[in-house]
C-alpha cells in the first residue's frame, strides 16, 4: 500500500522473502484503494499509511477493505472512539466513512479515509488524567446472530464495570448491525472510559464460535478496568500507536502510560533507526502513581516538514 501511496519501488514483498527493500518517491495525494481480499484489518492498513499521506502534496481519500472487526488489530471502533479523538491531537483531522463492515474469516469491509496534508505535526503532551466522567459503549451482532447476543454482552460487561466503579452510569447501547451495512455475520462489543481531562481508555472483544456472550462481555469490561488501574494517560492499544506522530513532530511529546508493550517497544525502535527521533522512558515520578507501574515516554521529533506545502 505505502508502495503505491508514493509510486515506490519494493522488492522482496513475497511470502517466504526473509528481506525487502523499498525506495520511495514522492508522496501523491488522490484516491488510493488497497484491498486485503481477506479479513485482514483495514485499521492495521490505515495505521500505516496515515503518517504517509500527511506528508502528501494534496488531499487524499483512501479506500481500505477488509475486516473492519477482527482479531489481533484494533476494531473500526476503537480507531474512531478512541484513536481518532486523540491523534487529532497531534494538529489534524481526518474523517473516517465505514461503508460496511466486514469480520473472520469473509471480510468484506469497507471504510472511506479522507485527510489533507499538514505543513508539520505539532507535539503532544498527555500526563494528567484526570478521574473517569462517563462509560460508554456499544455490543453488537450482525449477520444471522440472534440480537440477545449483543444484549447478553452488553449486561454482562455492565455487571462486571459495577463491580468495581459503581458511582457511574455505564452506558452500552446493544446493536443489531443493518443487513446493507454488514457483510457476513460476527459480534463484538467495546467500551470507553473517557476522563475529565479528555483522556480515553478502551476494552473490547470479539464474539468467537463456542464462546458464550457473557464471557465476551466480561472480557472486553475487565481489560478496560485494567487499563484504569495503571494510572496512564493512555491504554495499553494506544501506546504504540502514537509513537509514529511523536517521532515526526515538531517538538517534545510525553505521554504517560501504564506498563510499556512490546509493540511500544519495537516502534520506539524503528522511530529511532528510521527517523531519527529520540525517545526516552523513565517511571513516573508524581506522588500518585507511586505504587503503580506508570511511566513517561518523551520524544524529541524530528520537525517533519512537508516539502510540497
Same mark, same amino acid.
Given at each position: 500500500?505505502?508502495?503505491?501511496?508514493?509510486?515506490?519501488?519494493?522488492?522482496?514483498?513475497?511470502?517466504?522473502?526473509?528481506?525487502?527493500?523499498?525506495?520511495?518517491?514522492?508522496?501523491?495525494?488522490?484516491?488510493?484503494?488497497?484491498?486485503?481480499?481477506?479479513?485482514?484489518?483495514?485499521?492495521?492498513?490505515?495505521?500505516?499509511?496515515?503518517?504517509?499521506?500527511?506528508?502528501?502534496?494534496?488531499?487524499?481519500?483512501?479506500?481500505?477493505?477488509?475486516?473492519?472487526?477482527?482479531?489481533?488489530?484494533?476494531?473500526?471502533?476503537?480507531?474512531?472512539?478512541?484513536?481518532?479523538?486523540?491523534?487529532?491531537?497531534?494538529?489534524?483531522?481526518?474523517?473516517?466513512?465505514?461503508?460496511?463492515?466486514?469480520?473472520?474469516?469473509?471480510?468484506?469491509?469497507?471504510?472511506?479515509?479522507?485527510?489533507?496534508?499538514?505543513?508539520?505535526?505539532?507535539?503532544?503532551?498527555?500526563?494528567?488524567?484526570?478521574?473517569?466522567?462517563?462509560?460508554?459503549?456499544?455490543?453488537? @451482532?450482525?449477520?444471522? +446472530?440472534?440480537?440477545?447476543?449483543?444484549?447478553? %454482552? =452488553?449486561? &454482562?460487561?455492565?455487571?462486571?464495570?459495577? *463491580?468495581?466503579?459503581?458511582?457511574?452510569?455505564?452506558?452500552?447501547?446493544?446493536?443489531?448491525?443493518?443487513?446493507?451495512?454488514?457483510?457476513?455475520?460476527?459480534?463484538?462489543?467495546?467500551?470507553?472510559?473517557?476522563?475529565?481531562?479528555?483522556?480515553?481508555?478502551?476494552?473490547?472483544?470479539?464474539?468467537?464460535?463456542?464462546?458464550?456472550?457473557?464471557?465476551?462481555?466480561?472480557?472486553?469490561?475487565?481489560?478496560?478496568?485494567?487499563?484504569?488501574?495503571?494510572?496512564?494517560? @493512555?491504554?495499553?492499544? +494506544?501506546?504504540?500507536?502514537?509513537?509514529?506522530? %511523536? =517521532?515526526? &513532530?515538531?517538538?517534545?511529546?510525553?505521554? *504517560?502510560?501504564?506498563?510499556?508493550?512490546?509493540?511500544?517497544?519495537?516502534?520506539?525502535?524503528?522511530?529511532?533507526?528510521?527517523?531519527?527521533?529520540?525517545?526516552?522512558?523513565?517511571?513516573?515520578?508524581?506522588?500518585?502513581?507511586?505504587?503503580?507501574?506508570?511511566?513517561?515516554?518523551?520524544?524529541?521529533?524530528?520537525?517533519?516538514?512537508?516539502?510540497?506545502?
Amino acid at each position: 500500500m505505502v508502495r503505491d501511496l508514493c509510486g515506490g519501488q519494493l522488492e522482496g514483498a513475497e511470502i517466504g522473502s526473509t528481506e525487502i527493500a523499498f525506495t520511495p518517491e514522492k508522496i501523491r495525494g488522490g484516491i488510493h484503494t488497497a484491498d486485503t481480499k481477506t479479513a485482514g484489518s483495514v485499521c492495521l492498513l490505515m495505521q500505516v499509511s496515515m503518517p504517509c499521506v500527511l506528508f502528501a502534496a494534496s488531499p487524499s481519500e483512501l479506500r481500505l477493505k477488509g475486516g473492519t472487526n477482527a482479531e489481533m488489530a484494533p476494531q473500526i471502533d476503537y480507531t474512531m472512539m478512541v484513536f481518532k479523538p486523540i491523534v487529532e491531537k497531534f494538529g489534524f483531522k481526518f474523517n473516517c466513512d465505514i461503508k460496511m463492515r466486514g469480520y473472520y474469516p469473509k471480510g468484506g469491509g469497507e471504510v472511506l479515509v479522507q485527510m489533507s496534508p499538514v505543513k508539520q505535526l505539532s507535539p503532544i503532551n498527555l500526563t494528567d488524567r484526570g478521574s473517569v466522567t462517563k462509560i460508554y459503549g456499544r455490543a453488537f @451482532v450482525a449477520g444471522v +446472530l440472534p440480537f440477545k447476543v449483543a444484549k447478553d %454482552m =452488553a449486561a &454482562a460487561a455492565v455487571r462486571c464495570i459495577r *463491580k468495581e466503579i459503581r458511582d457511574l452510569y455505564v452506558n452500552i447501547q446493544p446493536v443489531q448491525e443493518p443487513r446493507d451495512q454488514a457483510f457476513g455475520n460476527g459480534s463484538g462489543i467495546i467500551i470507553v472510559a473517557e476522563t475529565s481531562t479528555g483522556c480515553l481508555f478502551a476494552g473490547s472483544a470479539l464474539g468467537k464460535r463456542g464462546v458464550n456472550a457473557d464471557k465476551v462481555g466480561i472480557e472486553a469490561a475487565e481489560v478496560l478496568l485494567a487499563n484504569l488501574r495503571h494510572g496512564g494517560t @493512555v491504554d495499553e492499544y +494506544l501506546q504504540d500507536q502514537l509513537i509514529i506522530f %511523536m =517521532a515526526l &513532530a515538531n517538538g517534545i511529546s510525553r505521554i *504517560k502510560t501504564g506498563p510499556v508493550t512490546l509493540h511500544t517497544q519495537t516502534a520506539i525502535h524503528f522511530a529511532e533507526q528510521l527517523a531519527k527521533a529520540k525517545f526516552t522512558v523513565k517511571k513516573s515520578e508524581d506522588e500518585e502513581d507511586a505504587s503503580k507501574d506508570t511511566y513517561i515516554i518523551e520524544c524529541e521529533g524530528v520537525g517533519m516538514t512537508n516539502p510540497y506545502l
